[in-house]
């Protein structure tokens, strides 16, 4: 069966530090890769997403992803980390002929002021 | 534009009790989902509706749980009777499409505790 890691589960950073969240999945054919936000008691919001193209996406507040096709992976950047970027971030993949997302465990960023 | 709206946000009930959870998707989307978030499971889909019909209800925990989707508008999640294990926070989440690149939007959720 598909499934998503995310193996940094808590990740404290200070201001300005740069982010780095890894993302891997296991599937061998064609997916479409998805980043989430959920910030401290609010619903999930779309980041970015990859499903063709420039591996190299960029998405809403200054984040950015890059896909590595013989890495599995869609590791999530950000150079320089806000304060209000302490969030809950999930990594989700579909894969070809479904519309199912198979969602990361999360990471939980803190990032101290 | 309205997103997706779920009603109630927080819910306190007794094992035992009836729970309903509502959902209005965003207007014009037409495939609708509830995932259930707890922090031992993560992010679950219960079930997926395409055209008010279900599709895959292949999450759903059990038959206390149960989902319809009467039209376009409007969808329930109903859990009964309820346990303390149902406590978690439900999410409704809709997408212009089914298909495998299709954003899907989420509500802000309903906090379920059951005591």
């Known amino acids: 069966a598909q499934s998503v890691s995310q193996h940094n589960h808590h990740v404290i950073l200070s201001e300005a530090a740069s982010l780095e969240l890894g993302c891997n999945y296991s599937y061998g054919g064609t997916v479409n890769l998805f980043w989430y936000v959920q910030y401290p008691g609010q619903h999930l919001q779309l980041l970015l997403k990859?499903?063709?193209?420039?591996?190299l996406v960029k998405g809403i507040k200054g984040f950015e992803a890059e896909f590595i096709k013989s890495k599995f992976s869609f590791n999530l950047r950000k150079p320089s980390v806000q304060w209000s970027d302490t969030a809950e971030y999930f990594c989700a993949v579909t894969t070809s002929g479904t519309y199912k997302y198979i969602f990361g465990t999360g990471t939980r960023l803190k990032v101290l002021a | 534009d309205a997103g997706v709206i779920q009603s109630p946000r927080h819910e306190v009930t007794e094992m035992g009790q009836e729970v309903t959870l509502r959902c209005k998707p965003i207007s014009g989307h037409n495939s609708l989902f509830w995932y259930r978030q707890t922090m031992m499971r993560g992010l679950e889909l219960l079930i997926y509706?395409?055209?008010?019909?279900?599709?895959?209800d292949s999450g759903m925990p059990e038959d206390r749980f149960s989902a319809k989707m009467p039209n376009a508008s409007f969808s329930t999640l109903k859990i009964q009777p309820s346990e303390p294990r149902d406590s978690a926070v439900y999410f409704c989440a809709s997408s212009l499409g089914g298909g495998q690149a299709e954003t899907q939007y989420f509500g802000p959720g309903t906090r379920l505790l059951v005591l």
């Open positions: 990859y499903f063709s193209g420039d591996p």
């Open positions: 509706f395409n055209n008010n019909v279900p599709i895959d």
